[in-house]
């Protein structure tokens, strides 16, 4: 198996010297920018399977070109960015904008290869899924040539049905999203308030901004 192609963009020699250490221990083919001058050539040149981005460079900073890739259509890969004066906001900044996740400096070993992993596997393509055909109350899926059937509620009244189908929907995103419901709001083009108001006429738990859940 090809090792998967990972550019660390930092402007500090130590960091980008102890990642490409690490990173390559673990298998990675790694490529080392000291700023968005040298990350846009790399970019242009190969195919990334992910990009560590520090956020704060003298040049360019990460999130200016971060915004660059995602209007150039060059945000093929997922970004995870790298800061050592982290706020929440600059975190949810970056992941508005497309980065896949956020890493505090210091990077702590673990923290790192499992964010890396995580985001190169969520980026792998997703298997193919397809109707097949409808039995009686089954609903049979072809997925990679497997079939998946799933019950539905097809003898109620169209609305209750409809009911049963969005609640599977949303579900499924907001299991996706990680239960943020602003990025599954966007995902789906649905406006946010009205959202919240369909999770909460479902009976869909989400989490609020201070951390409970809501029903």
Do not use: C
Not at 93 to 117: C, H, M, N, W, Y
Not at 186 to 204: A, F, M, S, V
């Amino acid at each position: 198996m090809e090792s998967k192609q990972i550019l660390v963009v930092d402007d500090e020699i130590g960091i980008r010297e102890l990642l490409s250490e690490i990173l390559f221990d673990e298998g990675y083919q790694v490529y080392l920018a000291e700023n968005a001058e040298q990350a846009r050539a790399y970019r242009n040149e190969r195919e990334l399977d992910l990009v560590l981005l520090d956020i704060w460079m003298p040049d360019t900073d990460g999130i200016t070109l971060l915004k660059e890739w995602v209007e150039q259509d060059l945000l093929t890969m997922p970004v995870v960015m790298m800061s050592g004066h982290g706020t929440i906001e600059t975190a949810v900044e970056a992941t508005r904008i497309g980065a896949v996740d956020f890493l505090e400096k210091p990077i702590a070993l673990q923290k790192l290869l499992s964010t890396i992993a995580k985001a190169i596997k969520d980026d792998e393509p997703k298997p193919q899924v397809r109707v097949a055909e409808t039995q009686g109350q089954k609903i049979v899926l072809g997925i990679d040539g497997q079939a998946l059937q799933i019950s539905l509620p097809l003898d109620l009244p169209l609305r209750e049905a409809r009911d049963h189908f969005d609640a599977l929907y949303f579900d499924y995103h907001l299991r996706k999203e990680v239960g943020n419901v602003s990025r599954v709001a966007d995902k789906i083009g649905l406006e946010r308030t009205h959202l919240y108001r369909k999770l909460k006429q479902l009976g869909i738990k989400f989490a609020k901004k201070g951390g409970a859940d809501e029903t």
